[in-house]
């Protein structure tokens, strides 16, 4: 491929009928679309077929993107299709909440500094004014909302404000140890992913790395996934896991997990905003990435 | 190490305090028994102090194994000791409990003919008579106890009859599907491996991969653990894990987590022989192996 | 899917040009085919386009195979394309080589006999007697072809007249330990694995493990790839891997290497077969499977 | 064990001869340690044993330490023993030697701002001025030493007394990216940790991503080693590895690299400041750690 060429993801799923794959690749090449990478699924138990296509323009001058929207959209319709087209080099606008740990939100500022995560982060916000000074060293904007159990409804409030404001793609919980209430957590319905510091569904709640120490598991890991309302239940995106012994007291643990909580979340976001992540159900499906 | 040289293991636990420790390397060089790998764990927790120390005799003639066991029997009981003293080479009796299933069984039998694990297999018994067939092919007694709701105890009773009289060291429940009494669990107390087809505590009970396939988990795995009277509650001896993706069914699930399961419950029963494997209330410590 | 519908496969590569999508796509279309999992990888380097599409008729009666067939096939010329149309269900005959270890081997003959592997097995040839008794358990001809420096050429005739008579799709050398000639390297070009007990391009030739013990690594693997003139250097399709430590020797790394050899070239075997493995140059493109 | 109690390790190596343990548990009991956590190996080829005694002074007032050394120290000789005792709180003083890449400065600057790494870093050096600012964030002196063919005797030697005038107790090369001479390999034995971008001794020298992409393997990785004089080729402390296909090209491979190098390399200097690790000619011995 040339460098210089812009490429696009046309990414979605339909119900599972015959044609739609027909009319997908069959608007592509009338637009003269060259896709390169091709990835499906069809799920069975729920009749739905996922697809995500990479292509570049090969033609003369510019891709006629209205046309191939209207085009493809009008008879998508028809097989029950969910898409989206987009620019590959279009980054997602990124909100980031923390607390006070800062491993999750290190790795992603330095992943982002160094271009390997397609992201713009407008805004970081903390209810704790702990990672202000590394927020600004990495010139990002950092809102500290401090929460009681009286403020909740206006932090969160303040919160989706910011979120509205910047016009987030994606909230990423990185290590923000607090609930968010139902209605916030329908509000960002599949696009807001949390990582929890155990391999669920083994170790839900508070103080899974002391959960794992009873419990003298020799493996421990985290989990990525899409926040719902029902708190650790949301669908997993990636999940790492490392092998453990009986030397590992929870402050080893804790910070054996910090890698791989990182990992896992780094993981999730890339895949996500490289739309290689699809929602199903209490589910997700998740194509092959880098 | 001269090949020809008898080594022995001397392992267990005592009451945190000094002078175990003195008394044991003590006791080995007044028997001229040269320690060439130990490894120790002190548990804060439960104020206990484990141990597993090889030697070789470097004297001439024999090692005065009696000796050595009553000098350091007698004086090992101030500090609340518990051990053992064997030969390496002695294998432990193996009984093998199996169902229908035959990858954990094919395994365990095929180390075993290659000498990768140093143990005797006096029988194998089964509810199901499939694999008869594979048991003879090695030559190892094949028991066909079948089982009904109505005949449980009288079936237990004949397994625990083969246990006694073959003096086994151990019991292996390679995927045997059946759940042991409390009594049966009691009586096999820290000497009963069984291998769960999940990371516990991630699934429990019946069809893993099933309730695996329903969360939608990115990772799925396997449990050897000494049998407890709680179902799938036992102290972890060792786990495995494997990726997985949306495109695993039940099915697919079922057979990625054969490999696992037999790599876990090999590792498991080689811990567990060579006196690598110590219980320690419901968790385990296991010492460094290959 | 309904379980009794047949699936196909059709894969195959071609060169980058817009066009070759649509026609795959379109002919399914056209002959009432649901493509319901597509993998493609487009090759800059070598500008080749890579495509494996499984689908099922839907449409009444039989799919017409033939008119399918010539239809791609005529129009699939201009595009450079090689490629291949299969029903899913149709086993590959495959061929085994091996000397006197036999983990390789019970582990492809385990995973047939459970249905793990979608293969036949005609023949099993060996330069030793030693694993007849096994062939002959799971009902599998054995050819015991000694070999010499002399009788070379004639043992290798005799095994090529067994991969002809049988009409072997595929041969697998589940350590075989014996070096093919060029001439027969080339003969089974793209259509022979072979399974190397370290991680190429590590440790190439005789005893890697003792290389690896010399060396001093922390890891240990295997590679299975295609069989090439030139020796432990044909393209890889799968490696496995293993931490080790100080505490290995050379045999307890021979141990170790057993169950990565094993699965390593037991995931080569199956992604073969299953047409998700495409020889491109002196590497290869393997698409997702289990 | 009580968090203030101190703690101390006595690690090193002597002739494999009866009584040299009897002689450092004897030592501890007399001087009233607490032996908590032992590690030995006994090398069979070089006849060298190596031992690593944590433990804490459990009697009245302060540990005499010095008697302590003096005992052990006079009786050790005999046994040809190179040995260290140290109080396990000291930090460990770590010079780091950067080039332009970031990822495993930031990676090692942020595990000792959270207290992950018992280590104090004195000077970060570098050939070129980008880090500087990273440095001064975390206030840790920075020395821009520009290099060329010509300058390199003189930056050698500058580098050399930074290391001197801090009183280094290692050197780590974080993505130097510039060979040592081997005059400073030679003062730097033992004590100077380099992290090489590949699955050593799979891709020597310089720029082994692309080495790996060209030969195709499927899985990519990194190697901590102690730096000697013949690149490439020291004592290999730790090893990471990452399962990669055929879509990475060099620049997705250098990218997945970036986490296994600092994954190893953190993990490498843990285990040296923690005294886990030992030489051993051209290998080294690694006790079990976090």
Chains 1, 2, 3, 4 share one sequence.
Not at 121 to 143: F, Q, V
Not at 178 to 201: E, F, T, Y
């Amino acid at each position: 491929m040339n460098a210089n060429e812009k490429t696009y993801i046309l990414s979605g799923s339909s119900a599972s009928k015959l044609g739609v794959l027909d009319l997908i690749i069959g608007c592509l090449y009338k637009h003269e679309c060259y896709a390169y990478e091709i990835h499906t699924f069809d799920d069975d138990d729920v009749e739905r077929f996922f697809f995500r296509v990479e292509f570049r323009y090969i033609g003369a001058g510019e891709l006629a993107e209205e046309s191939l929207r209207s085009q493809f959209g009008d008879r998508a319709e028809a097989f029950d299709a969910v898409w989206d087209l987009r620019d590959s080099s279009t980054p997602d606008k990124v909100v980031i909440l923390v607390s006070k740990y800062d491993h999750c939100l290190q790795d992603i500022l330095h992943r982002h500094s160094i271009g390997a995560l397609n992201i713009e982060i407008p805004a970081i916000i903390s209810n704790h004014p702990d990672l202000k000074r590394l927020a600004e060293w990495y010139n990002i904007p950092y809102y500290h909302l401090p929460i009681t159990a009286e403020t909740k409804p206006q932090q969160e409030a303040a919160i989706w404000d910011i979120i509205q404001k910047v016009d987030a793609d994606l909230v990423v919980l990185a290590r923000y140890m607090q609930v968010l209430s139902d209605d916030m957590c329908k509000k960002l319905h599949g696009r807001a992913i949390n990582i929890h510091h155990s391999l669920l569904p083994g170790f839900k709640g508070a103080k899974p790395y002391h959960q794992a120490y009873e419990k003298g598991v020799k493996l421990v890991g985290a989990t990525a996934h899409y926040v719902s309302k029902d708190l650790d239940e949301g669908p997993i995106i990636t999940q790492g896991v490392e092998p453990v012994d009986h030397t590992y007291t929870p402050d080893r643990l804790v910070a054996k997990g910090r890698d791989t909580e990182r990992l896992a979340l780094a993981k999730a976001i890339k895949m996500h905003v490289e739309r290689r992540c699809f929602l199903n159900g209490n589910k997700t499906i998740v194509f092959p990435g880098h």
